[in-house]
């Protein structure tokens, strides 16, 4: 909450994206800890229908796989407008934003966190190609994965 604060006051180029993508970040966390509590939040319980949960929660434990909205709307047996409407009606965001921006995440944890190279980044998280992932990642934080990974080196030196 004090990143997307601070994000939000700074209102640097493409912050907007930015905070969505902290927003989904936020929303993720308290599904956890919603899941792993038995009283849960209102909100869990009574905004979003189970469905969504459970597409959520295919999104997240699948993203490093080809995910599109037909093969999503195929496993839940669902059409594809249908998903798109209640899953941005209920999250705020479509699904391939949604699946987009947990992808950018978990770029940003491993370029943080390991040695792997830009390619074995974007692979390990789900993305196609190595240009697309460069474009996806460039767009989400204003930055290229290698310009990531420098800044967040210097700042935890």
Known sequence: ???????????????????????????????????????????????????????????????????????????????????????KKEIGFTVIEYLTTIRVREAQRLLRETQHKIGEVSQIAGFGTIPHFNSVFRRQTNLSPKEYRRAARAVGQ
Request: with cysteine.
């Open 1 to 87: 909450l004090q990143t997307l604060c601070a994000e939000a006051k700074l209102m640097q180029p493409n912050y907007y994206p930015y905070l969505r993508s902290l927003l989904v970040q936020l929303l993720v966390l308290l599904s956890r800890y919603a899941s792993a509590h038995a009283t849960g939040f209102p909100i869990e319980r009574h905004c979003i229908d189970s469905r969504t949960k459970k597409i959520i929660s295919y999104i997240y434990t699948h993203y490093t796989e080809t995910i599109s909205l037909q093969s999503l709307a195929d496993h839940f047996y669902i059409s594809p407008y249908y998903l798109s409407r209640t899953f």
